[in-house]
């Protein structure tokens, strides 16, 4: 089957959150999701870019004019690799990415795994993000997620260590990791450094604005610190190798699984640690990103969890594990 056969279409839609997502950088209350689907007749396919517009320079207008112009291309019968390699976008390259490889995967009847030649997604553990919310909303996140092994600890403000402190009370059996989204000084990073060691923080992501990283040279942390927005792609590497232990790696920062796949293993070339996290997405996103997940340390998969709708079929999840997709969902 030819690619003048497919139709492409793309659409960008406002998802509300369940409830306030704060954290250092902002507050938000709704997201924009941009969807790809791409469809023969016989099969369809779907993708999903997060034009997150308070982490990428460009806002969401941007990425929907991108895959309105690949769509074009592709409904004039336009190859859809040739769409996706002409993407500087990175949201709406990982959409349109992620729309074909479900796309091929349905039409040859295998999976994407098998595609990529890569071993399927399993069962993983994955963090449970607490917000940056008023202390008492925060122990009620703490005692709600009792079953859940892995937190990830949103800090930034004045009274972190009282967090810190509250969460390790609180879940004294619990992985803890802290997100800082860059909301530190070099100086309160090594204020609250004792908290952290204390309370035994297996990592901290994004301490310092990228303007500031090369100070984390001087820190001599304990707990390796990983890079996130100081970190987009394969072309950050060897820069953020010499400030940080370890990257975060998204797919709607790489510009989709394949790339988030070759940077992985560029980063373990390096011996960087690895993260792979999300921007706020639905299951769908989250599908996807189970494809990369498998070949990280540390997996930050949840944002589905506070889309006020997400889509169907949902991804499975139960006491911080997520399920691998169905191939209804992704895959």
């Known amino acids: 089957m030819v690619a003048a056969t497919l139709t492409m279409s793309a659409e960008a839609t406002s998802v509300p959150l369940i409830r306030t997502y704060q954290y250092a950088r902002a507050v938000d209350t709704a997201c924009t999701l941009a969807r790809v689907s791409l469809d ?21 207008t941007s990425t929907v004019r991108a895959l309105t112009v690949a769509a074009d291309f592709v409904n004039a019968g336009g190859a859809v690799d040739d769409a996706i390699d002409r993407l500087t976008d990175a ?24 595609l990529l030649g890569i071993p399927a997604p399993t069962a993983q ?31 930034g403000a004045d009274d972190d260590r009282d967090r810190i402190e509250l969460a390790r009370t609180v879940r004294p059996d619990a992985r803890l990791t802290v997100d800082v989204n860059a909301g530190w000084t070099a100086a309160r990073f090594i204020e609250l450094l004792p908290t952290l060691v204390a309370a035994d923080i297996e990592m901290v992501e994004q301490p310092l604005t990228r303007a500031d990283e090369h100070l984390l040279t001087s820190i001599r942390s304990p707990i390796p610190v990983v890079a996130d927005e100081s970190f987009s792609d394969a072309s950050d590497l060897d820069r953020v190798s010499r400030h940080y232990n370890g990257v975060n790696v ?8 394949t790339a988030a796949l070759s940077c992985i293993a560029a980063a373990g070339e390096l011996g960087l640690r690895v993260m792979v996290g999300c921007l ?39 006491h911080g594990t997520l399920t691998p997709p169905t191939p209804e969902l992704w895959g």
């Open 40 to 60: 023969d007749g016989d099969y369809r396919g779907r993708g999903e870019g997060s034009p997150f517009e308070s982490f990428f320079a460009s806002d969401a």
């Open 91 to 114: 949201p709406a390259r990982n959409a349109l990415e992620a729309a074909w490889l479900d796309l091929r995967a349905k039409r040859e009847h295998r999976t994407v795994a098998q």
């Open 125 to 155: 553990t994955v963090m449970t993000t607490i917000a940056m919310d008023a202390l008492d909303v925060v122990a009620a996140d703490l005692e709600r997620t009792r079953d859940h092994p892995l937190l990830k600890l949103k800090l």
């Open 250 to 257: 998204k797919l709607d920062k790489c510009g989709g699984l």
């Open 280 to 318: 706020p997405a639905s299951s769908l996103s989250t599908a996807v990103g189970m494809h990369a997940a498998q070949f990280a340390e540390w997996i930050d998969l949840d944002n589905h969890l506070w889309m006020d709708e997400d889509v169907q079929p949902a991804i499975g999840y139960r």
